[in-house]
């Protein structure tokens, strides 16, 4: 295998097992509240009796996939003396099109080893192009034709959210003229919940999502513990949708240095 051709499997191996989220959180009683009954409805998929995991998921894409916006994803895994084992931040920058985005993966931690951990990205919908580090090694550059989705084959965390719909039984702990909060602790198909790379048997899961009335899920904070190497450990995420309207897509001005990557280097 070339490098240029690793690079590509490395780009889609990381970001594939990077959905994540921050902040150590410990697991949260929450009450459902009253729902008022007056003012705006409900977002899709939301109701005074239960909340419908693919409608909610399918808005949430459908709404992004009208605009342009920021969506930040943060991951930290942590062991039971608090030491931080994997920590990963991605930010992505995408155009109102869905073809044309950007963004930035960092990932770093005592497990890591020789790993990439540094790679930012950029695609028009005909090529993507990828600058990425190695751990003592310098950076490198590369390009290929976009093939299928390109390098992030879920930009809006569409599979993220209907994941946690369907492993925990959510409910409306709040509503507001911003729409509702949702939050749940009861985890009812452990399955289902999209977990980070080598992370099995999630328990203990505390979750808030942050929804607007079009079924924008503006914010997200999942929180469980489960096995990893032999060892428990807990896991946070955090998602945040930002500048939505607002985003605006820079190509980067590495990308003119790259190297077309060839499978017969």
Request: charged share 20%; net charge neutral; hydrophobic share 35%.
């Amino acid at each position: 295998m070339t490098r240029a051709v690793a690079a590509v499997v490395t780009l889609a191996v990381v970001l594939a097992g990077c959905s994540g989220f921050v902040q150590q959180d410990s697991p949260e009683t929450v009450t459902p509240a009253p729902v008022p009954t007056d003012g705006a409805g409900y977002p899709p998929g939301v109701s005074d009796d239960a909340v419908v995991p693919q409608a909610l998921a399918n808005a949430h894409a459908r709404t992004l996939a009208t605009t342009n916006y920021t969506l930040v994803t943060r991951q930290r895994v942590t062991d039971r003396n608090g030491t931080v084992l994997r920590r990963s931040n991605h930010t992505r920058y995408v155009a109102v099109n869905k073809t044309t985005y950007a963004g930035q993966f960092r990932q770093n931690g005592t497990e890591l080893n020789v790993f990439t951990t540094r790679i930012d990205y950029w695609t028009n919908g005909s090529i993507v192009a990828a600058q990425y580090d190695e751990r003592a090694d310098r950076p490198h550059r590369v390009t290929w034709t976009v093939r299928d989705d390109g390098p992030i084959s879920d930009l809006s965390e569409r599979r993220t959210i209907l994941g946690i719909g369907e492993a925990v039984d959510l409910s409306v702990a709040s509503r507001n003229d911003d729409g509702v909060i949702l939050a749940g602790t009861r985890l009812t198909n452990p399955d289902r919940l999209v977990t980070p790379l080598f992370v099995s048997d999630p328990r203990n899961v505390s979750v808030r999502l942050r929804v607007s009335h079009d079924g924008t899920v503006t914010a997200l904070r999942l929180a469980f513990d489960a096995e990893w190497s032999d060892q428990w450990v807990r896991v946070t995420q955090d998602i945040r949708v930002t500048n939505i309207g607002s985003t605006t897509v820079v190509k980067p001005d590495w990308v003119a240095n790259t190297t077309q990557r060839s499978d017969q280097q």
